[in-house]
């Protein structure tokens, strides 16, 4: 289960660049499929630079991680997958369903 903190520091900087990106796009005069095109591939570039930008400063300053929407950054602990004997068909009929 993903962690509040780092679901928040995820979609802050995705509803500024589409803000961002809303932003620009007003009196902006091209045809309708060029527009979509364009308002999509600014927006991740938007999105990116302003997640790298704001990224790179906090790592100078702490204070700088608000513009994320969390001062806290998330922490993650290492988990081990399940080992083959767990996750093998039991022995016996090697048919799916024993229909063999």
Known sequence: MPQPQALIRTYVPVAVGSAVTALADIGVNVDSTSKAALITGLTGVVIAAYY?????LESRWPAFSVLLGST???TYTKTTPPSPSTTAEPSGDPTPGGLG
């Open 52 to 56: 790298t930008l704001v990224h790179l």
């Open 72 to 74: 806290s950054q998330p």
